[in-house]
Nanobody, 116 residues
Framework: QVQLAESGGGLVQAGGSLRLSCAASRSTISINTMGWYHQAPGKQRELVAS???????NYADSVKGRFTISRDNAKNTVYLQMNSLTPEDTAVYYC??????????WGQGTQVTVSS
C-alpha cells in the first residue's frame, strides 16, 4: 500500500479555481491508476477523475472541460486543477490509488467549499 496526503482544498467563490495536490509516500511510477473522488454530505463517494500510469485520463461528465488531472512521477504527486467551480462541486475530495476502479489506498480527504 501507499500513503496519500491531499492538500489544496478551501473556500472559493463560484467561478473560481483551486488546485488539489496528492503526495504519495513512495514512487507513483509503479501505481497503475491514481484518481480523485468526491463525497458530498449524504451521498456516496464518486469518481471525479483518474489517470493511468501511461497518462490516460478519465473524467466524470459533470467536470469535463472544467477539471484537469495530471501526475508528476518525479514528485510522486497527482494534481487536480479545478476551474469554473460551482456550489455543486462542494464536497470532500479524496485521492485514491489502485488498479483501474479498484482503489487500495485512500488519503484523508480535503474539503472544497464553493460559495454562490
Amino acid at each position: 500500500q501507499v500513503q496519500l496526503a491531499e492538500s489544496g482544498g478551501g473556500l472559493v467563490q463560484a467561478g473560481g479555481s483551486l488546485r488539489l495536490s496528492c503526495a504519495a509516500s513512495r514512487s507513483t511510477i509503479s501505481i497503475n491508476t491514481m484518481g480523485w473522488y468526491h463525497q458530498a454530505p449524504g451521498k456516496q463517494r464518486e469518481l471525479v477523475a483518474s489517470i493511468t500510469r501511461g497518462g490516460r485520463t478519465n473524467y466524470a461528465d459533470s467536470v469535463k472541460g472544467r477539471f484537469t488531472i495530471s501526475r508528476d512521477n518525479a514528485k510522486n504527486t497527482v494534481y487536480l486543477q479545478m476551474n469554473s467551480l460551482t456550489p455543486e462541486d462542494t464536497a470532500v475530495y479524496y485521492c485514491g490509488a489502485g488498479v483501474g476502479l479498484v482503489v487500495t489506498s485512500w488519503g484523508q480527504g480535503t474539503q472544497v467549499t464553493v460559495s454562490s
